[in-house]
Structures are given as structure tokens and as C-alpha cells.
């Protein structure tokens, strides 16, 4: 069960995806556009070296990360919310499981790069206690067709 009824209220849960989740998953990645691919979802739902941690609220499932284990850090490879769930802390839920999952892999820090014109991204990630380390110029595709390229900043956080 992904929620539980207290009285007459449901509870939103964040839980650790398995395979079951995938069509949810892909379903919710189709919508979101964090630009991961359905093999790597699957892939990550399958394998040891990876979590990732769903957000549902009744009974959908509205937001998602994808954390990879590396020798000692983590990198959040990917994380999404359904667009109609923006800006209602969905995103922060799923940063602070993912920390907990980082802290209980013994991580010493997540690793991240985003979209320089991912400004809502950015201050979720600045607000959570990530700092820039870097900067990749022209690192992504340009969005929707649109020409060109993208810049991606790096950040990190200690765990």
C-alpha cells in the first residue's frame, strides 16, 4: 500500500521504487521531461548501484529521483515532478530522502548537474545546501528544438 488513510486523511509517502513502479515511473518521466531515458529508469529499478525514491500522493505518483552509488559519493542523476505538482514541495520531499538515502550509503557528498536556466531547480538545490563547483559550457542539448546548446553548473553537498 502506498498510503495509508489516518481517520479521514491520506498520507503522502515517499518510498524506494522497485521494478513494480516502472510503468508509474515512465508514465510520470513522460510528463516531467528530466530528460532520462525508460532503459535507464529500468535499469536503476533493477540494479544495486542505483535508488530511486518516488513521492505519491493519493495513490499517484507525483515526483521521483534517481540517485547513483559511486565508490564515495552519490549522484542525483535525475529527479521530476508532474507539472501540475510544481512548487508545492514535492521536489524538496524527494532532495531530503534522497540525502537519507546518500547518508545511509555512507556518501561523503551528492554530486549534481543541472540546467544553467533551471532556476527553480537551482534554488531548490541552493536552499537544500548545494554550492557550485563548476561550470560545463554548452554540456546539454538545447530544449524543445530550440538551437544551440547549454551550459550545466555543477554542485555538490556534503552528506
Given at each position: 500500500?502506498?498510503?495509508?488513510?489516518?481517520?479521514?486523511?491520506?498520507?503522502?509517502?515517499?518510498?524506494?521504487?522497485?521494478?513494480?513502479?516502472?510503468?508509474?515511473?515512465?508514465?510520470?518521466?513522460?510528463?516531467?521531461?528530466?530528460?532520462?531515458?525508460?532503459?535507464?529508469?529500468?535499469?536503476?529499478?533493477?540494479?544495486?548501484?542505483?535508488?530511486?525514491?518516488?513521492?505519491w500522493h493519493d495513490e499517484q505518483?507525483?515526483?521521483?529521483?534517481?540517485?547513483?552509488?559511486?565508490?564515495?559519493?552519490?549522484?542525483?542523476?535525475?529527479?521530476?515532478?508532474?507539472?501540475?505538482?510544481?512548487?508545492?514541495?514535492?521536489?524538496?520531499?524527494?532532495?531530503?530522502?534522497?540525502?537519507?538515502?546518500?547518508?545511509?550509503?555512507?556518501?561523503?557528498?551528492?554530486?549534481?548537474?543541472?540546467?544553467e536556466s533551471n532556476a527553480a531547480?537551482?534554488?531548490?538545490?541552493?536552499?537544500?545546501?548545494?554550492?557550485?563547483?563548476?561550470?560545463?559550457?554548452?554540456?546539454?542539448?538545447?530544449?524543445?528544438?530550440?538551437?544551440?546548446?547549454?551550459?550545466?553548473?555543477?554542485?555538490?553537498?556534503?552528506?
Amino acid at each position: 500500500m502506498l498510503w495509508r488513510r489516518i481517520g479521514r486523511y491520506r498520507v503522502k509517502m515517499i518510498t524506494e521504487l522497485s521494478h513494480d513502479d516502472f510503468q508509474a515511473l515512465a508514465a510520470l518521466e513522460a510528463r516531467a521531461l528530466s530528460g532520462v531515458s525508460a532503459a535507464l529508469l529500468g535499469e536503476a529499478l533493477s540494479g544495486d548501484a542505483a535508488c530511486v525514491v518516488g513521492y505519491w500522493h493519493d495513490e499517484q505518483l507525483t515526483g521521483y529521483a534517481l540517485l547513483a552509488r559511486l565508490p564515495f559519493d552519490a549522484e542525483l542523476q535525475a529527479m521530476g515532478v508532474l507539472p501540475e505538482h510544481r512548487g508545492q514541495g514535492v521536489g524538496d520531499r524527494v532532495l531530503k530522502a534522497v540525502l537519507a538515502v546518500a547518508a545511509r550509503w555512507q556518501s561523503e557528498r551528492v554530486l549534481l548537474e543541472v540546467r544553467e536556466s533551471n532556476a527553480a531547480a537551482i534554488r531548490l538545490y541552493k536552499g537544500a545546501g548545494f554550492q557550485q563547483d563548476g561550470y560545463r559550457r554548452d554540456y546539454y542539448p538545447a530544449v524543445h528544438g530550440a538551437a544551440g546548446r547549454e551550459s550545466a553548473l555543477l554542485m555538490s553537498r556534503s552528506v
